[in-house]
């Protein structure tokens, strides 16, 4: 089995989606069951109703799973895995405050060392422990060996005990932080293969080391993905980057299949450039994304965007642009040579239906053509009613076109009128209020 795992405390972003679309496609070529995983143990940071947003945000992308649950619900049967390593005196209460943690942090950063637990309460005995009424944290004792594990894309990792420390599994609330209820629940769910972000590689010896001491001997299967950069700024991508957030660029119009699409040719090998998700399924291999971080290019995500724009049919783009008419879905493809998003394009079609009062220097030549329009008969043929409009208005040149152009696409540019009348001519009513 394979988990996605992500934490209800912010706008899922891209590295997230990688991640969760790296699991689905791996998932499928396996046959092995998805499950979407809600980390939300760290209820201080969690944020109402985001769990339900990274679910609705997998479904606009297609990726099936077998099933959600929150880390949440299973708090008791991780205090019950936290008693149990105390009673065989792999783990202990530990009882230094806040304040001395701190004090011996900022002695570790004043000696140039990496801050430690000291081992303190390690050594209490239980009758001291049962007599002391202070709030406690649990934490693990830390291995007596190395820790190793084999990376699929990174390779060969040891962490000494030193590494890995004797680190807290239960803060003083009881509730299980991240690498403890991370670890347990990859047991309980007999988790396979892990796919996530290269930021996670130093919490791994710790979930390992959790599982050895509980006696779970199975080798679990990491790939930790490089970063992703921001290809202007060469820096990793973060919540201040717009295009960060998935739910910004949905919003934007960019389409989930061409995100998806950028998201696995980002730094990657790919036998084409334009792909959907469940072509890449046939040919995708997770050996063969890069080591190194990969570059998020807002430009190149439009290009793909257009091509996703250009493969739909014109139905279904009508309904994504909010109407039910496949001319609309033909014109909205017609201005993909200036447009690149969904949102982009919508704006360009709302001009032509939005109300024109007059035309910038072509005053008297709008107010003509306006009653002309209104009193002309359909015309299946944009030279016909050219010809009509002519013959009426008496108008000709730049005196006819500026103006005709601005009634009926509400802008002095963009493609030719003769290439939009076709697919507007049966609205002309509702331009030309």
């Not at 202990?92 to 309460?121: H, M, Q």
């Not at 990491?222 to 717009?242: C, E, F, W």
């Not at 699409?261 to 036998?271: A, C, D, R, S």
Request: proline content about 3%; charged content about 30%.
């Amino acid at each position: 089995m394979l988990r996605f795992a992500p934490s209800p405390t912010g706008d899922m972003h891209i590295g997230n989606l990688r991640v969760a679309i790296f699991n689905y496609i791996v998932s499928k070529q396996i046959n092995e069951d998805l499950v979407i995983r809600i980390e939300d143990t760290d209820t201080e940071r969690n944020i109402e109703g985001k769990d339900k947003e990274i679910l609705e945000i997998l479904n606009l992308f297609s990726i099936e799973y077998k099933n959600v649950v929150h880390q949440s619900d299973s708090l008791k049967y991780h205090q019950k895995i936290a008693l149990q390593l105390m009673t065989q005196k792999k783990a202990f209460a530990c009882f230094c405050s806040d304040e001395k943690l701190d004090e011996l942090r900022e002695e570790s950063i004043k000696n140039g060392k990496p801050f430690r637990y000291d081992g303190f309460c390690e050594t209490l005995s239980d009758e001291l422990v049962l007599n002391t009424n202070a709030p406690f944290t649990v934490r693990i004792k830390k291995p007596e060996h190395n820790i190793k594990f084999t990376d699929l894309l990174k390779g060969d990792f040891d962490y000494a005990p030193f590494d890995v420390d004797s680190f807290i599994i239960l803060r003083q609330d009881k509730t299980p932080t991240y690498n403890y209820a991370c670890a347990v629940d990859d047991m309980i769910m007999d988790i396979s293969i892990v796919i996530r972000g290269e930021d996670h590689v130093s919490n791994t010896p710790k979930q390992i080391h959790i599982r050895e001491s509980l006696g779970y001997d199975k080798e679990i299967k990491y790939v930790h993905l490089p970063i992703i950069l921001n290809a202007q700024t060469g820096k990793k991508m973060s919540k201040r980057d717009d295009a960060s957030s998935v739910k910004w660029l949905i919003e934007e119009g960019f389409l989930p299949s061409a995100i998806a699409n950028y998201l696995v040719l980002m730094g990657n090998k790919t036998p084409t450039e334009i792909f959907t998700l469940e072509e890449a399924i046939e040919w995708f291999k997770i050996e063969n994304v890069s080591k190194s971080s990969a570059k998020f290019d807002i430009d190149k995500l439009k290009f793909i965007n257009r091509k996703h724009i250009e493969m739909l049919d014109e139905m279904r783009l009508s309904k994504i642009l909010g109407f039910a008419d496949a001319d609309l879905g033909k014109l909205g493809k017609l201005y993909l040579e200036e447009a690149s998003t969904i949102k982009e394009i919508k704006e360009k079609i709302d001009l032509i239906f939005a109300a024109k009062t007059t035309c910038e220097g072509f005053e008297e030549e709008f107010i003509k053509l306006q009653e002309c329009l209104k009193n002309a008969p359909f015309f299946d043929d944009y030279e016909e009613l050219k010809t009509y409009i002519t013959e009426k208005t008496s108008l000709k040149g730049k005196n006819l076109f500026k103006p005709l152009r601005y009634i009926l696409t509400g802008r002095d540019n963009g493609p030719n009128i003769s290439d939009v009348y076709p697919f507007i001519k049966n609205y002309i009513g509702e331009i030309i209020k």
